[in-house]
């Protein structure tokens, strides 16, 4: 798959070139082109920006940089999908990731400034927002959306039986606890200790023990002893 970033910041994506994402890019799973907007900036002082028709504070950014820059790194690919990162977007979820891996490729455009031109959407397949509030801008919102469509991808996570336990692999699902060692934790005074059921070496009740707390949902915390 290929994702390719539409951004005023393409310092701020080194995220992606950590860890399991950045293994993955290197073994060829996925690649991810950052493209710097204000290559197609219309005048020699490179902005791609300007005030907002009507009044008001901040800067817009203006439609033709971003229409030149699609322009210019259009792939052939069929299944291919353009993204306006936009908090009156749609909500990014997991099943929209688990379609979206799916696809060739994925453009993304992080908004900047006081927001974009409301004409750009006529370039764009989707708006995409991560949530309800506000980031500075939308390429912390890319990294988001990249990361959680990346580690679907067939190669990306080593153990694929994990992607289908996690946490809204089904709608409503929350996944089971983890715990690991030591075997009892002191904290605050008081000790914190894994469930019996996990030490048990039974593995059919831990399995039904694990499927009971994905029902009881999120926020439960562990038991004192």
């Not at 690919?77 to 993204?83: E, H, T």
């Not at 979820?93 to 455009?109: G, P, W």
């Not at 980031?135 to 694929?160: C, K, Q």
């Not at 469930?195 to 009971?212: E, T, V, Y």
Request: with cysteine; net charge positive.
């Amino acid at each position: 798959m290929l994702f390719q970033v539409i951004s005023v910041l393409p310092e701020a994506f080194g995220y992606l070139d950590q860890s399991i994402l950045g293994r993955a890019q290197e073994q060829g799973y996925f690649q991810v082109k950052i493209h710097d907007l204000h290559n197609w900036s219309l005048n020699k002082q490179r902005r791609v920006d300007d005030t907002p028709y009507g009044g008001g504070p901040g800067m817009v950014m203006r439609v033709e940089p971003i229409a030149r820059a699609l322009e210019d790194i259009k792939t052939n690919y069929a299944k291919r999908k353009v993204i306006l990162l936009s908090p009156r977007g749609h909500k990014w979820t997991q099943a929209k990731a688990r379609r979206y891996s799916q696809l060739d490729e994925v453009v993304l455009i992080c908004g900047r400034y006081e927001g974009v031109d409301e004409r750009v959407v006529y370039l764009v397949d989707e708006q995409i927002s991560i949530g309800d509030y506000i980031l500075t801008g939308g390429e912390l919102a890319a990294m988001v959306i990249i990361d959680s469509i990346a580690r679907l991808l067939p190669g990306v996570v080593g153990n694929v039986a994990s992607l289908l336990e996690e946490s809204h692999s089904h709608v409503g699902q929350l996944e089971y606890p983890q715990y690991t060692k030591p075997e009892v934790l002191t904290l605050n005074g008081r000790d914190y200790a894994v469930p019996d059921i996990l030490l048990s070496g039974n593995h059919q009740a831990i399995a039904q023990w694990r499927r009971a707390q994905m029902r009881l949902g999120k926020n439960k915390k562990p038991l004192a002893k």
